[in-house]
């Protein structure tokens, strides 16, 4: 999870078309911190490695809006969306069809947790279904955890590629210096997941994706988290990258990050 988690850290102060959309930058200022991405990431994280790895629909979901509740109360002021932090604060929580990006950016660990393509595509619609069932909102959440599940799994790009057009509809046939001079801040799936697949296509490494990300500006922790978590399936993060990115993380972030990797093993 380190790979979503790092993209949002880096990302964060570069939100809101804030940046220069060039691939030259610190990766870490003081300016930068976690955002409602990394919150989401950790909770969906915690809920399905509380509710176990065969739980059914209804338990997951539990599970889902307990922890997301938990933890969007701990960190109330993190960057989210008005509806979804009614949905964190009301006493019933109901799915409000949202098609906004937070269904891709917290679904990281799904990539991870399962065994089977099916099982992930599955549990990555309950994780957007507790509050972003709109059929685009689902099928966010759905592409990144596929994609995700392929990298890890020893796919390649051409391969992810394939599949998440075959399959999702995506257009993934625009380059980066085709997306960057006309693209915005925007907060929809469907505005949010080709490009952060496309900022990944086209890197070489890791910290090559997060500068990509940059690059096009946007949304851009979001994008972070989103790019940020399938390059790590892909190539892992750094260590050195790591070890920078904790000054920004709180401790009880860190844990459950490091309860996540003692399960997965992440590369």
């Known amino acids: ?48 490695m509380d509710a176990g790895p065969d739980a059914d629909e209804k338990t997951v979901k539990a599970h889902l809006i307990k922890s997301m509740k938990k933890w969007g109360k701990k960190y109330p002021h993190a960057g989210y969306g008005a509806r979804f932090i009614s949905w964190v604060l009301t006493d019933d929580p109901e799915p409000y069809g949202s098609y906004g990006n937070g269904s891709g950016m917290r679904v990281s660990s799904v990539g991870w947790l399962y065994g089977s393509m099916e099982r992930t595509r599955e549990v990555a619609r309950w994780t957007a279904e507790v509050s972003h069932n709109h059929p685009e909102g689902v099928k966010g959440a759905e592409s990144v955890a596929a994609a995700i599940y392929m990298a890890r799994t020893g796919a390649s790009k051409e ?29 929809d799936c469907m505005h949010t997941m080709p490009e952060a697949f496309t900022c990944f296509l086209e890197s070489e490494s890791y910290e090559d994706c997060i500068r990509n990300v940059m690059s096009i500006g946007g949304d851009t922790d979001t994008l972070g988290a989103i790019a940020g978590a399938v390059a790590e399936a892909f190539w892992g993060v750094p260590d050195e990258i790591v070890s920078q990115a904790l000054d920004f993380i709180p401790d009880d972030v860190e844990a459950v990050v490091e309860r996540f990797n003692g399960i997965v093993h992440p590369a």
């Open 1 to 48: 999870m380190y790979g979503a988690i790092i993209g949002d850290v880096i990302g964060s102060r570069f939100e809101f078309d804030r940046g220069r959309k060039t691939k030259e930058f610190e990766l870490f200022t003081e300016e930068c911190d976690f955002t409602d991405d990394t919150v989401m990431t950790v909770a969906v994280a915690e809920a399905l």
């Open 159 to 187: 391969e992810i590629k394939a599949y998440i057009e075959d399959d999702f509809g995506y257009d993934l046939t625009r380059t980066l210096d085709e997306i960057r001079p006309k693209y915005h801040h925007v907060e």
